[in-house]
């Protein structure tokens, strides 16, 4: 049995227990005040300029999705009591081996692609968790495998640059303290406690900070939940800020997202940047965004599932950044702990196109074209990047006008283009034997800062 650490609150459920707590949490009974509300009380911390600035600049990560349940190849969290039973569910782990799993494998395939950051779920909807816990048992460390995934990826991705960053689920079908169960948390547990459950979820939080730290991004998910509240989510963000000042947390960690959309609420609390899901953000120079979106059509998994294609992967990435937003890819690594070797081949393929238009996606701010079916735009420094999608059937693109002058241009991968910039717009022509079948990208290097540019529809 591992021995337990000095919890953050008092009150821990699990195999692994200890009580302690801080002198506020004390005092808080003795003054009528719960130890949320004192906590509560306290403004969130202002989000760190610096990291955030960094963070978009990566433009592009790997999310990834994986567990037991990779044994059913059905979805993750969502399966449990929905096509699985949760009796057979919520013992898979037992039978969770994936001895080809490498941690630098996977590493190496990000940056294959083109990935500058990586985003793993440390543990999903389900309650299983994907480190050595000292909270509950139910972990990776009591499967057949018996190693600390989480910190193998933490250490492959720091040795090869990769911003590491977890995914955390603050609704939990599994533990008995959380008030919603399985199926999809239409169910309820007989004796719950939801104050006892977030000293839960603060302890393991506060692990996987302190161990697998500095972390890039918590990317939390599950509070759109009955049992998770707005005061919850202030005081979890400024709990995880306290530990970490440089972490970015998405608005998934309060009540703010407007469903799939991933947009924040006016008046709510929001974290620092917001989430789109399995779709591209709207265009937004003002608010942070990373859309979330799988390389097939499940999170987890799933045998012979449907592939995206080349062009569909890559025309999604340029007009996340055309929208200035980032671009979180998933792909749910197979039982036996491998990427399935055709997403690796795919993720391959965006690489090599990265490498020859990288300029126009990484350090770049979206416009001031608005991304549209004939393409997107990109910008940095004194340099516009044009992502043409579809030619007209003339030949020639017309763009609306934009205060700066064209001073030169050309065409990433080669080959001629021709610029007209006059009051009423530009017109650029490219011959057919130049185009580039998913996008050909122009840069126009212009007589000052793009970045001045107004946004154009």
Not at 15 to 39: E, F, I, T, Y
Not at 335 to 361: F, N, S, T, Y
């Amino acid at each position: 049995m591992k021995t337990s650490p000095t919890p953050v609150l008092p009150a821990r459920w699990g195999g692994r227990q200890a009580v302690s707590c801080c002198l506020a949490v004390v005092l808080a009974p003795l003054l009528g005040l719960s130890s949320l509300a004192v906590r509560a009380a306290e403004a969130p911390p202002p989000t760190d300029a610096a990291a955030l600035a960094h963070w978009r600049a990566l433009r592009f990560g790997m999310f990834i999705h994986w567990g037991p349940v990779s044994l059913k190849g059905t979805e993750i969290g969502w399966s449990r009591g929905a096509g699985v039973p949760v009796e057979v569910y919520d013992q898979l782990y037992r039978e969770f081996n994936p001895a080809r799993f490498n941690a630098a494998e996977w590493v190496a395939v990000a940056k294959v692609a083109g990935m500058k950051y990586l985003v793993f779920t440390s543990k999903h909807h389900d309650g299983f968790c994907m480190w050595d816990s000292r909270h509950t048992d139910y972990d990776i460390l009591s499967t057949p495998f018996q190693r600390d995934v989480l910190r193998e990826l933490a250490d492959a991705c720091r040795r090869e640059g990769l911003l590491f960053c977890l995914y955390h689920s603050i609704c939990d079908w599994w533990h008995p303290d959380y008030p919603l169960g399985s199926p999809g948390g239409r169910s309820r547990k007989p004796a719950p406690d939801m104050e006892r459950y977030t000293t839960y979820l603060k302890n393991q939080l506060a692990e996987l900070i302190q161990n697998y730290g500095p972390l890039g991004v918590l990317w939390f998910d599950g509070e759109w939940e009955e049992p998770w509240n707005e005061t919850r989510g202030r005081d979890l963000y400024t709990f995880c800020r306290g530990l970490q000042s440089s972490l970015l947390i998405n608005n998934r960690v309060s009540k703010a997202r407007n469903d799939m959309a991933g947009t924040s609420r006016a008046g709510f609390f929001a974290g620092d940047f917001d989430t789109p899901e399995q779709q591209v953000g709207r265009f937004n120079l003002d608010r942070p965004w990373e859309s979330c979106i799988t390389i097939c059509q499940q999170w987890a998994w799933k045998p012979d599932d449907k592939m995206k294609s080349l062009e569909e992967c890559l025309r999604t990435l340029i007009t996340c950044a055309g929208g200035d937003g980032n671009l979180l890819f998933n792909v749910g690594p197979m039982p036996d702990g491998r990427i399935e070797p055709r997403q690796v081949e795919r993720l391959r393929e965006m690489g090599a196109w990265l490498v020859k238009h990288g300029e126009a996606i990484y350090g770049t701010r979206g416009g001031p074209f608005k991304p549209g079916n004939w393409g997107a735009s990109t910008r940095q420094g004194d340099t516009l990047y044009l992502h043409v999608f579809e030619w007209p059937a003339g030949g020639e693109l017309r763009l609306p006008p934009i205060t700066r002058k064209v001073l030169s241009s050309r065409v990433l991968t080669g080959g001629e283009v021709g610029v007209r910039q006059t009051d009423e717009g530009l017109s650029l022509r490219v011959p057919p034997a130049d185009r580039q079948p998913i996008a050909t990208v122009i840069a126009l290097k212009l007589d000052g800062s793009a970045w001045e540019l107004a946004p154009v529809p």
